[in-house]
């Protein structure tokens, strides 16, 4: 069965505190990996879809990395407004869901 | 403008009443899903439906129906609701079952 993992599941920065979250998976036969932005009470939003390894996406002061067994968001310089819940995802060609981690809470203060 | 609408966005109900949370896109999108999400849970799946007339189950549809007559809709029914279905509902839609999927904005359900 497919599982995505995500860490931390809480992370706090200093604005301009550069990190990053991690998501680990396991697929059999990965279709895409993607990254959502959720704020409290509303839906996710889209950033990145990530298809093979070693493919990298950007996007402002996120960039996200991809392996053959997880992916990375690094957040650099990061501001207030970056405070979200971030989450990862996966589709496989098992079957036709998208998969979700449980999330990774940043709080960044100014 | 581009958009996944569902209805209603807040709903306070009572146990066993039937309730249908509505769901719509104007992007010509194959693909529809309903997720619940839950503190400490996550977004799990409650039913995917891949085009018209086709549904199937998630991870959790037990207690939920779902039926895609037309394209753009894709309505989840409570036929009998109970206060464990208390939760925020998210609707989705992506072009296909390997693209990107786009959510609406949720339905706050509880159930009392």
């Known amino acids: 069965e497919d599982q995505v993992t995500q860490s931390p599941e809480a992370l706090r920065l200093q604005e301009g505190e550069s990190s990053s979250l991690n998501c680990s998976y396991t697929?059999?036969?990965?279709?895409?990996l993607f990254w959502y932005r959720q704020d409290p009470g509303k839906g996710p939003e889209f950033l990145f879809t990530?298809?093979?390894a070693g493919e990298e996406k950007e996007k402002e002061r996120l960039k996200a990395t991809l392996t053959k067994k997880e992916s990375f968001l690094h957040i650099t310089a990061p501001k207030p407004e970056d405070s979200a819940t971030y989450l990862c995802a996966v589709r496989s060609y098992n079957n036709n869901d998208m998969r979700f981690g449980a999330g990774t809470r940043l709080t960044v203060k100014p | 403008e581009a958009q996944v609408t569902q209805n209603p966005r807040y709903l306070i109900t009572v146990t066993g009443k039937k309730l249908t949370v509505t769901c719509s896109q104007n992007m010509n999108h194959e693909y529809m899903s309903w997720y619940r999400q839950d503190p400490g849970l996550g977004l799990r799946q409650i039913y995917y439906s891949m085009n018209v007339e086709v549904t199937d189950k998630g991870d959790v549809p037990e207690g939920y129906k779902v039926s895609r007559k037309e394209k753009r809709n894709f309505p989840l029914i409570l036929e009998s609701p109970s206060p464990n279905q208390t939760s925020l509902y998210f609707c989705?839609?992506?072009?296909?079952?390997?693209?990107?999927?786009?959510f609406g904005e949720g339905s706050w359900l509880t159930v009392v």
């Open positions: 697929v059999s036969g990965l279709r895409g």
């Open positions: 990530l298809y093979s």
């Open positions: 989705a839609s992506s072009p296909d079952a390997a693209n990107t999927i786009y």
